[in-house]
């Protein structure tokens, strides 16, 4: 979810569904599966980013960068939580 707006154009409703779908999404995905993979010891989540996220910022792209960057911060979390589970 990409809204194409400038920062003072863009609806609140506009950037939490990009935040809903990008951000949040991810983190209910993987707090669904939790338990289950430190159950059995192992798994994998695979996280989709963008540079938008890590490298630059996007003229018109407000909450897409910044949901990005979130999904970013939130996998190096998991990655450090989720470590002694493999």
Same mark, same amino acid.
């Given at each position: 979810?990409?809204?194409?707006?400038?920062?003072?154009?863009?609806?609140?409703?506009?950037?939490?569904?990009?935040?809903?779908?990008?951000?949040?999404?991810?983190?209910? *995905?993987?707090?669904?599966?939790?338990?289950?993979?430190?159950?059995?010891?192992? +798994?994998?989540?695979? =996280? #989709?980013?963008?540079? @938008?996220?890590?490298? *630059?910022?996007?003229?018109?792209?407000?909450?897409?960068?910044?949901?990005?960057? +979130?999904?970013?911060? =939130? #996998?190096?979390?998991? @990655?450090?939580?989720?470590?002694?589970?493999?």
């Amino acid at each position: 979810i990409y809204p194409w707006k400038s920062i003072a154009g863009l609806e609140l409703s506009e950037w939490q569904q990009a935040m809903d779908t990008n951000l949040t999404g991810a983190f209910l *995905i993987t707090k669904a599966c939790a338990r289950i993979m430190q159950q059995q010891q192992s +798994g994998k989540f695979i =996280f #989709m980013s963008s540079i @938008a996220g890590e490298t *630059i910022g996007l003229p018109y792209m407000s909450a897409y960068a910044t949901s990005k960057a +979130g999904i970013n911060g =939130f #996998m190096r979390t998991a @990655a450090i939580e989720f470590a002694p589970y493999n």
